[in-house]
T-cell receptor, first 116, second 112 residues
Framework: GQSLEQPSEVTAVEGAIVQINCTYQ??????LSWYQQHDGGAPTFLSY????GLEETGRFSSFLSRSDSYGYLLLQELQMKDSASYFC?????????????????FGQGTTLQVKP | SAVISQKPSRDICQRGTSLTIQCQVD?????MFWYRQQPGQSLTLIAT?????????ESGFVIDKFPISRPNLTFSTLTVSNMSPEDSSIYLC?????????FGPGTRLTVL
């Protein structure tokens, strides 16, 4: 089976740094993605890791450790507009190979509340 | 990045009826995906739609309930059949480009 775990809620203040962790169990793993979703909006892509290490995109960074089946999203210099739900998502491989199926298995999401 | 539109954006339907949701992409893509997001929940993949072949459904979803069409490389439809209040959700289509998946704005469905 496939499962992902992430905290349900995180609260932080403007200007702070917050880390949202994600652990996963999958039968085949191609990569780990992070998505942001504001209330009433569509999920928008933030970051993707296929290999171990840190990927940095502006204020957002994402880390992956394949051996630990673990990743995190790091948000720096928090702003009020960062209040949203954040989802980690695993891209599983095909059942009998290593190719990317294109589909995503999502975690339950972490609601981030940024306070003044 | 892909630009995706969906129609309708929202609808309120009576139980027992069916609704067809349309998804249009501004570029040709091989695979399109349909997800469901129930209120306050995460996204769950319903099926993968490839042009020229039958859609592939995930566990718990069947073609009779969620028939899908994929007539060309830029368009797909998802029908929610014989609706019940449990089908009240946001339905999203998505496409993959590179390692990024892009989502449409979603169709918010309420079944009474």
């Amino acid at each position: 089976g496939q499962s992902l775990e992430q905290p349900s809620e995180v609260t932080a203040v403007e200007g702070a740094i917050v880390q949202i962790n994600c652990t996963y169990q999958t039968s085949g793993f191609y990569g780990l993605s992070w998505y942001q979703q504001h209330d009433g909006g569509a999920p928008t892509f933030l970051s993707y890791n296929a290999l171990d290490g840190l990927e940095e995109t502006g204020r957002f960074s994402s880390f992956l450790s394949r051996s630990d089946s673990y990743g995190y999203l790091l948000l720096q210099e928090l702003q009020m507009k960062d209040s949203a739900s954040y989802f980690c998502a695993v891209a599983p491989t095909s059942l009998h190979g290593s190719s990317n199926t294109g589909k995503l298995i999502f975690g339950q999401g972490t609601t981030l509340q940024v306070k003044p | 990045s892909a630009v995706i539109s969906q129609k309708p954006s929202r609808d309120i339907c009576q139980r027992g009826t069916s609704l067809t949701i349309q998804c249009q992409v501004d570029s040709q893509v091989t695979m399109m995906f349909w997800y469901r997001q129930q209120p306050g929940q995460s996204l769950t993949l319903i099926a993968t739609a490839n042009q020229g072949s039958e859609a592939t459904y995930e566990s718990g979803f069947v073609i009779d309930k969620f028939p899908i069409s994929r007539p060309n490389l830029t368009f797909s439809t998802l029908t929610v059949s014989n609706m019940s209040p449990e089908d009240s959700s946001i339905y999203l289509c998505s496409v993959e480009q590179g390692d990024t998946q892009y989502f449409g704005p979603g169709t918010r469905l309420t079944v009474l």
